[in-house]
Nanobody, 123 residues
Framework: QVQLVESGGGLVQAGGSLTLSCVAS????????MGWYRQAPGKQRRMVAT???????TYADSVQGRFTISADLAKNMWYLQMTSLKPEDTAVYYC?????????????????WGQGTQVTVSS
């Protein structure tokens, strides 16, 4: 079983910065993609940023140029550095881990989520 724990959320004024952290523990097999998603009240959860084990980064258009995702595979940790924050960035932020395992008989894909951390940006 895999556990993900986020930290670093909080209240910040518009234009400010925050850095979120996620640490994974437990039975982690081959890491494929680490990511951050967010869900605002009354809205669907949406991708914010992802990074593959090979270092390929993807960002939502709304955060491109303001947010940076990074990872430390040796520590099973990844981060979301958020700058120039806007009130519309207010949401619960979730970290996500996609991993896989291949055996002689079959292959398995795993998708794990953290419990979420609140980010509130005041205007």
């Amino acid at each position: 079983q895999v556990q993900l724990v986020e930290s670093g959320g909080g209240l910040v004024q518009a234009g400010g910065s925050l850095t979120l952290s996620c640490v994974a523990s437990g039975s982690i097999f081959n890491i494929d993609t680490m990511g951050w998603y967010r869900q605002a009240p009354g809205k669907q959860r949406r991708m914010v940023a992802t990074i593959t084990s090979g270092g390929i980064r993807t960002y939502a258009d709304s955060v491109q140029g303001r947010f940076t995702i990074s990872a430390d595979l040796a520590k099973n940790m990844w981060y979301l550095q958020m700058t120039s924050l806007k009130p519309e960035d207010t949401a619960v932020y979730y970290c996500n881990l996609e991993s896989s395992r291949v055996t002689d008989l079959d292959s398995y894909d795993y998708d794990n989520w953290g419990q979420g951390t609140q980010v509130t940006v005041s205007s």
